[in-house]
């Protein structure tokens, strides 16, 4: 049962139960939940203003810092498998080897603040939309999964998905896809309790028959952050604390619907 106030997430359709899934009932059910819920947006608004303060600062310290190639592209679908948002600066590795001691630290502990605030308000917000109890395995399993899908890639400068060489770009493009579609419930279920195995695992399985829905909110999802971290100077706030929380709470639907109307 639904605990009062809360909308019931595992009928997406609101009340056409075993009705298909679609890219707008999901979306329909985030606006519902967001309505009766305002309070889910608390974390990430939190977080994008963790975001914007490391933007800033690190546009203006003197350690290297890069704008992501997306924000200088014409359209970008800037989908993470997990709810991080599109940030306007990146620092990579490079930029901190061979710093002294305080700025060393100065610079890890800011990415590490920024990945916390983000990892946390993820892991809030999945856990208030699925309505289980605090579990700090979970926790900490979802706070790995976000560094290893979310900012290891940035840290590492891992290059964006183009078609600059069409065969192997449109060869990437598909894998990405198919990628994002396998794994898109991963992080609810981790949130819920799953190992990465069982996870992973569980994510191809309850995908299946609706992978158009899910390529269909990654893209939307994608580009809605690319937009957002366009607007100057308050664009990784804005991509922050509006896209994450509605991708998780997207997240919510499916995992709970699937898990109602597709058995494990």
Do not use: K
């Not at 310290?61 to 599109?86: F, K, R, W």
């Not at 900012?151 to 400068?157: A, E, Y």
């Not at 609706?210 to 994608?222: C, N, Q």
């Amino acid at each position: 049962m639904t605990p009062s106030g809360e909308p019931d997430l595992s009928t997406p359709t609101h009340g056409r139960v075993g009705a298909e899934l679609s890219v707008w009932s999901v979306l329909q059910a985030v606006i519902v939940y967001v309505r009766r819920q305002p309070r889910c947006l608390g974390p990430f608004g939190v977080a994008g203003l963790v975001v914007a303060l490391a933007d800033w600062i690190r546009t203006a310290d003197p350690i290297p810092m890069t704008v992501p190639h997306s924000l200088q592209e014409t359209v970008s679908v800037q989908y993470a498998i997990v709810p991080i948002g599109t940030h306007r600066t990146v620092r990579t590795v490079d930029a901190v080897v061979d710093l002294r001691v305080p700025y060393l630290i100065g610079a890890v502990g800011l990415e590490l603040l920024v990945l916390v605030a983000v990892a946390g308000a993820g892991y809030l917000t999945l856990r208030r939309v699925l309505q289980l109890e605090r579990d700090p395995n979970s926790a900490i399993r979802y706070g790995l999964a976000v560094t290893a899908l979310g900012f290891v890639p940035q840290w590492l400068g891992t290059p964006n998905v183009t078609l600059a060489n069409l065969l192997v770009g449109l060869v990437l493009v598909v894998l990405v896809a198919v990628i994002a579609v396998r794994l898109f419930l991963l992080p609810g279920l981790v949130v819920a309790g799953a190992s990465f195995r069982t996870a992973v695992g569980q994510s191809r399985s309850r995908s299946r028959g609706i992978g158009w829905t899910l390529l269909g909110l990654a893209v939307v999802f994608g580009i809605a952050s690319w937009g957002l971290a366009l607007v100057p100077v308050v664009g990784g706030l804005l991509s922050t604390a509006v896209i994450p929380p509605a991708h998780a709470i997207s997240l919510g639907v499916l995992v709970r619907h699937t898990g109602r109307h597709r058995p494990g």
